[in-house]
């Protein structure tokens, strides 16, 4: 029996079907993204925008190894949308013509307190940090942070030690004034503030921040209801800086809304924004997400912005570099 090859036409829309399917889940992806459409599984899908934007390259390459136009055309439309909302995160911005005294400032999720107490004091010991905040902290933090020495590095303190994930803290080396905390209506999550005086600048209120965290379909309303609640910036007022574990990335609406009131995110600032804060790091399958942020006023300039390894925790802590404006 002779058998003969189908024409080439017959394989060109399964070609044209394989390039659509790479293309479609992309195109859903953007939309969802970009028009701030994110709802019940969706919010925990979105934190994952940066690794669909590079997806997005790929659907692109195949349409184009496939000669297939139509395909292509859409996939660099995706590429473009994806890539335009995530690259620039690693590209440096320019800042304010900041001419007051530099603050550097750390913030730590300390996992119910488990956080190794002489690292994260290490790292302001080294990096000469003027003020911490912390999450989920503990009375066992509490005592332990004091053991390895921060109250000899940082004296001044607005402290709400809780047992859970409740607890929060600031620690500063300059001092404290009208200083007290606030709790979330979605986890009970509570948030230490104060106002910081900084010779040469004017005075800053910092809030150490954490909202209810997305982890199931049940709890997002709470996180929409605790990142709606977070206070706004005051650009024609105080100066404001908000630093913590947000359980939110630049890709969620809420948190791009609450940097649209006049904060801005340091790390996407410093071009460090696409820096994983939480994994989990302990082999699952999961890749880093940034969800830590330190946000500060627009008229405060971002000097630099790193992240670090805390041994006990699944979160990395954020340092950030600033300079206020002169007073």
């Given amino acids: 029996m002779i058998t003969m090859e189908p024409p080439a036409r017959t394989r060109l829309p399964v070609r044209a079907l394989l390039c659509w399917l790479a293309v479609v889940p992309g195109a859903a992806w953007a939309l969802v993204r970009l028009a701030g459409m994110e709802r019940g599984p969706l919010v925990q899908a979105v934190a994952f925008t940066p690794y669909v934007a590079g997806w997005s390259l790929l659907a692109l390459v195949l349409a184009l190894a496939l000669r297939r136009r139509g395909p292509a055309v859409a996939a660099a439309v995706v590429a473009l949308a994806l890539l335009g909302a995530v690259a620039p995160r690693a590209v440096a911005a320019d800042q304010p013509s900041a001419g007051g005294p530099v603050l550097r400032v750390l913030t730590a999720n300390l996992l119910k307190g488990g956080a190794d107490a002489g690292t994260v004091v290490d790292l302001v010991r080294r990096h000469r940090v003027d003020l911490l905040a912390v999450q989920e902290f503990t009375p066992e933090a509490r005592d332990a942070l004091d053991r390895q020495g921060l109250a000899r590095l940082l004296p001044h303190r607005q402290l709400n030690p809780e047992v859970g994930t409740t607890g929060s803290a600031l620690y500063s080396r300059l001092p404290l004034a009208e200083g007290g905390f606030r709790r979330n209506a979605g986890f009970q999550f509570t948030q230490a503030y104060a106002v910081v005086a900084v010779p040469g600048a004017p005075p800053v209120r910092v809030e150490s921040t954490h909202p209810a965290a997305p982890y199931a379909v049940a709890a997002v309303d709470e996180w929409f209801t605790d990142l709606r609640a977070q206070p706004p910036a005051t650009p024609d007022g105080p100066l404001r800086i908000l630093a913590g574990d947000f359980n939110a990335t630049l890709d969620h609406a809420p948190l791009r809304a ?47 912005v790193a992240v670090h390894p805390v041994p006990g925790s699944d979160h990395r802590a954020v340092l950030a570099e600033l300079r206020l404006p002169a007073a």
């Fill in 258 to 304: 609450l940097l649209a009131t006049g904060y801005v995110d340091a790390a996407d600032a410093a071009g460090a924004g696409l820096a994983g804060t939480w994994g989990p790091y302990d082999g699952d399958l999961i890749p880093p997400v940034t969800i830590d942020h330190v946000l500060v006023d627009r008229r405060i300039a971002v000097r630099s």
